[in-house]
């Protein structure tokens, strides 16, 4: 299959962009500046992440989507506000994680952010699950572009205006060349920012005004190194079909008042596990020293006992050392647990940690 | 001081009597990108021509260092170390990575001259 290149393709270009195929696209990985740059550029000023190849799937419904998707989404969809956003997952009927992903109800249905290597397969369980009841597009003829960090509401506030005013996970239709664009503001670096969903045809011009106004493009390098610091999984590697959401240590997605009554898929599964708890979960882990635990990297007990498995590690710029995530057996999960990462043959000290390694506080309306 | 001699690998080695200074050359650097972390063999450890001394890591991934001649490790630049964000910025010069008493210098004479390196590292990464 020929990789596809988003509609940001020739802009990557101009800014000398070094390309990876991800997902089946040619995407950024860094540009001349670098990874570490591109980080702390995001943290300290504003960052523009080209996240086009993520899909963009609009369900258009009333009450009778609602319900529907209530018996897929652990979440209380009836009662989430118009333009309100909420993170969630697809699961299997085992609460194995087909894919995370960020829902939002718009006026005439529901928008769902999917992660690009799941986007066509979740595109096709929905719609068996929803049995073609209702009209559904994954949009390729949109664009997503996001913009992190303190400076991204004044930036992007000066090309379209209006938007400063967003709380976080909410959203609302504006208005940039006379399209309509979506914009949330969330993101998944740990800042300040916003997701824009705009036709493909005028995503060049926003994004080359956004830059004109101050903010730089930042590749798929930097954004896995904000979202680690940020204490986010990556799918794929952090969460997967072995995985559920409780072993993920991802509980608070889930709605409560939805446990209570436990009709959707995979619900058995979660609330066992929430009554009995899990054998393994998703911890933050904190090598000693530099050494950078990768994901595969082994971890071991005191007693040199395997007790888990990285899942995410790198550097982190930001907290200037190592970073990783993993799951470990759950006796060895609690805060400042002493472990051992086995790198290149030799068992490194570390300790389990608590998340994110890096918190900054968002802006108003956080629950 | 003789002149300066490269590696297929990308480290570069200069020699000053029987002992060489090992490091990677500017086009490592450039295509490793950001080097957040860097592991050098023990004073004293014997390294054989083409075997792994050492590792390199960018955000990411690793690289092994090799040593493109064998010999005793005499010394070890413990700042690249402490500031791997040395290696990117003075590769060829203060960043070196470790010094070695040479077994063999007629090995030194499979290495490549800075013109042939140029053009290797050219057509390479083309």
Request: charged content about 30%; hydrophobic content about 35%.
């Given at each position: 299959m020929e990789t596809k290149k988003t509609s940001l393709y020739q802009l990557h270009q101009d800014c000398n962009a070094k390309f990876v195929e991800f997902a089946g696209y040619q995407m950024p990985i860094q540009y001349s500046e670098g990874i570490v740059e591109e980080h702390k550029f995001t943290r300290n000023h504003s960052g523009i992440f080209d996240v086009s190849h993520m899909g963009q799937l609009f369900i258009y419904g009333g009450e009778d989507l609602i319900k529907d998707l209530e018996k897929i989404f652990p979440l209380d969809l009836k009662n989430l506000k118009l333009n309100h956003s909420k993170y969630s997952f697809l699961m299997d009927k085992d609460a194995g994680i087909h894919d995370d992903l960020i829902i939002t109800k718009t006026k005439e249905g529901f928008l769902i952010i999917l992660n690009a290597a799941c986007k066509d397969n979740d595109f096709k369980i929905l719609k068996e699950l929803l049995e073609d009841k209702y009209k559904m597009v994954l949009d390729e003829n949109r664009s997503l572009i996001a913009i992190q960090g303190p400076k991204s509401s004044e930036i992007l506030n000066g090309v379209i205006n209006?938007?400063?005013?967003?709380?976080?996970m909410s959203g609302n239709w504006f208005t940039f060349e006379n399209q309509k664009v979506y914009i949330t503001r969330s993101g998944y670096?740990?800042?300040?920012?916003?997701?824009?969903?705009?036709?493909?045809d005028f995503v060049d011009q926003l994004t080359r005004e956004l830059i004109?106004?101050?903010?730089?493009?930042?590749?798929?390098?930097?954004r896995d190194t904000l979202?680690?610091?940020?204490g986010l999984c990556l799918y794929g590697h952090d969460l997967d079909k072995d995985k559920t959401p409780v072993e993920a240590n991802l509980k608070w997605a889930i709605s409560k008042e939805r446990i209570s009554k436990g009709d959707f898929i995979g619900s058995d599964i979660i609330i066992k596990q929430l009554n009995d708890g899990v054998s393994k979960i998703r911890v933050g882990i904190k090598p000693e020293g530099r050494i950078i635990a990768r994901e595969k990297t082994k971890i071991f007990n005191q007693s040199d006992v395997h007790i888990g498995e990285i899942t995410s590690g790198t550097f982190g710029p930001s907290v200037n050392g190592p970073v990783a995530m993993g799951y470990v057996e759950n006796e060895f999960s609690k805060k400042n647990t002493?472990?051992?990462?086995?790198?290149?043959?030799?068992?490194?000290?570390?300790?389990?940690?608590?998340?994110?390694?890096?918190?900054?506080?968002?802006?108003?309306?956080?629950? | 001081m003789s002149e300066v001699k490269y590696s297929k690998e990308h480290e570069w080695i200069k020699l000053d009597g029987d002992v060489a200074t090992i490091g990677i050359t500017k086009?490592?650097?450039?295509?490793?990108?950001?080097?957040?972390?860097?592991?050098?063999?023990?004073?004293?450890?014997?390294?054989?021509?083409?075997?792994?001394?050492?590792?390199?890591?960018?955000?990411?991934a690793a690289s092994d260092v090799y040593t493109p001649v064998s010999g005793e490790i005499v010394d070890t630049n413990q700042a690249i170390v402490d500031d791997p964000s040395k290696i990117n910025q003075d590769p060829e010069d203060s960043a070196w990575f470790f010094k070695l008493k040479i077994k063999d210098p007629s090995e030194m004479d499979t290495l490549m001259n800075k013109d042939d390196y140029d053009k290797f590292a050219k057509e390479t990464s083309a």
């Open positions: 209006g938007v400063k005013d967003l709380n976080f670096t740990g800042e300040d920012g916003f997701e824009i969903s705009i036709a493909n004109n106004k101050g903010s730089k493009l930042i590749g798929l390098g930097a979202r680690l610091e940020a002493k472990v051992f990462l086995e790198v290149r043959g030799k068992k490194h000290p570390a300790s389990i940690c608590s998340l994110p390694f890096y918190r900054k506080s968002y802006v108003k309306g956080v629950n | 086009h490592a650097t450039e295509m490793l990108g950001d080097i957040v972390f860097a592991e050098l063999p023990e004073k004293g450890s014997s390294v054989e021509k083409d075997g792994t001394a050492g590792v390199v890591e960018s955000t990411k």
